[in-house]
């Protein structure tokens, strides 16, 4: 049995929806809490009044001040580990990105050293954001996949990721077939899923990559193991939409694809979203189908702008990513920044309360994880970050003015990075301390 450890601090955390339900019956904020973790299992959460004092010698405590906030780790939904070499790529929009420098780049993952490589760069440089999960995209390689789940179990991370299949349209490195993306699939599937807090995801890239006949036995594969994840694209850019339904005539629809073949429902999670229909949205609520908001990625790519308040009045689940590489940071508070403008270009207001709810249990409720992450209480997983929030001087002297404790997330959320992570802990062990 491992040592307690309780740490304390500011605490934020969220006991449901918060669009559907309300920042006041949601958001539950201690000034002065304590967070006693073990064997990778919150034990106790409680007022430091209550609990502090009350702590045996056998118990590590760190008192982190008033100035940091202990909360859940951020959650991404939607990311890209291979693509982590080719952030700040300029100057394409999303097909010819894709070609330019996405399938240039993820050709060099044939080589086991460079996978693996890669995947410590994005795990280490994750940790320092504070983000503890991440759904991931792998390469078509299996030695990519194998690569970023021997990193993030070497730190015991809950991660969720899968080999990417193509089998058209797509340079000749970067093909599989229908049956070797599902046999490949299978036994990545056995290796990894459910051992130690990895989770597997059968990952088509989008529909137009992909024949009628792999994403057949990509339904098919994901009857034979339901406890898997599905993570694809959806409706990112107006010509990806004329492509996909040129490709796929039958469907009435780009959502009507990935419904064919038996690829909706819960846990399956589709990136952007931008340009669903009313009756898309209403079909992805309806199966309980996850979208990934993408609001860097969106405006560096000039893909759109997905209307975040619509979606959750729609009762969509939706988890928030960073989509690196077209995504612009790996740090969750810079997404939350960019959906913050988003949000006010669709005419909407997005409050710090609803977008760290949207980076926690929000992401977490969207990849069927809100059992186990997203949220500070007795039983969850261990997961914790610690934000300082006088990570800079510019920050430290515009939080003296802040006059609530809302105005100070917002104040986070707006003006921070990486920097504001004091410690990110994972199943209890702190991985990453600034």
């Known amino acids: ?13 969220f006991s449901g929806d918060a669009f559907a339900l309300g920042l006041a019956d949601t958001m539950h904020h201690e000034n002065d809490a304590v967070v006693v973790m073990q064997d990778g299992i919150i034990q106790e959460v409680g007022s430091a009044d209550a609990l502090w004092y009350s702590l045996g010698d056998d118990v590590k405590k760190i008192n982190y001040g008033q100035d940091h906030l202990i909360m859940p780790g951020f959650i991404d939904s939607h990311v890209h580990y291979p693509q982590t070499q080719i952030m700040a790529a300029y100057g394409e929009q999303l097909i010819d990105w894709l070609n330019t420098y996405t399938f240039v780049a993820e050709q060099q993952f044939s080589d086991p050293s460079h996978a693996r490589e890669v995947a410590e760069v994005f795990i280490n440089e994750s940790l320092r954001a504070g983000t503890t999960t991440s759904a991931v995209f792998a390469t078509v390689h299996p030695d990519s996949v194998d690569a970023i789940f021997d990193a993030a179990s070497e730190r015991n991370m809950r991660m969720i990721a899968g080999k990417v299949w193509m089998d058209r349209h797509a340079p000749e490195g970067l093909l599989d077939t229908a049956q070797s993306a599902y046999d490949d699939s299978q036994a990545l599937i056995k290796k990894w899923h459910g051992k130690g807090r990895n989770l597997y995801a059968i990952t088509p890239r989008f529909a137009p990559t992909s024949s009628v006949e792999q994403l057949e036995l990509a339904g098919a594969l994901w009857q034979e193991h339901p406890s898997c994840y599905v993570q694809s694209h959806i409706s990112e850019s107006q010509k990806e939409i004329e492509w996909a339904l040129s490709l796929f005539p039958d469907c009435k629809d780009y959502l009507a694809i990935y419904e064919r073949f038996g690829l909706l429902g819960p846990r399956a999670i589709y990136g952007h979203g931008i340009w669903l229909s009313d009756d898309e949205r209403a079909r992805c609520a309806e199966t309980g189908t996850g979208i990934a908001h993408c609001p860097t990625s969106n405006g560096f790519l000039g893909s759109g702008l997905f ?48 977008a760290f709810y949207l980076a926690t249990r929000g992401t977490a409720e969207a990849l069927q994880l809100a059992d186990k992450v997203g949220s500070i209480e007795a039983g969850k997983e261990a997961d914790v970050l610690v934000m300082d929030m006088k990570s800079t001087d510019l920050i430290d002297f515009r939080m003296g003015f802040a006059e609530s404790f809302e105005e100070q997330l917002f104040i986070q959320m707006i003006m921070g990075d990486d920097r504001a992570t004091a410690a990110t802990y994972v199943a209890g062990v702190c991985v990453y301390q600034k």
Not at 1 to 11: E, N, S, T, V, Y
């Open 307 to 354: 209307d975040l308040v619509q979606a959750k009045s729609q009762g969509l689940a939706v988890g928030l990513a960073t989509d690196v590489g077209a995504g612009t940071s790996l740090s969750m508070l810079q997404t939350m920044n960019q959906a913050y403008q988003v949000a006010q270009l669709n005419g909407h207001a997005l409050s710090a309360g609803h």
């Open 1 to 13: 049995m491992d040592k307690k450890i309780a740490i304390r601090g500011q605490m934020l955390s």
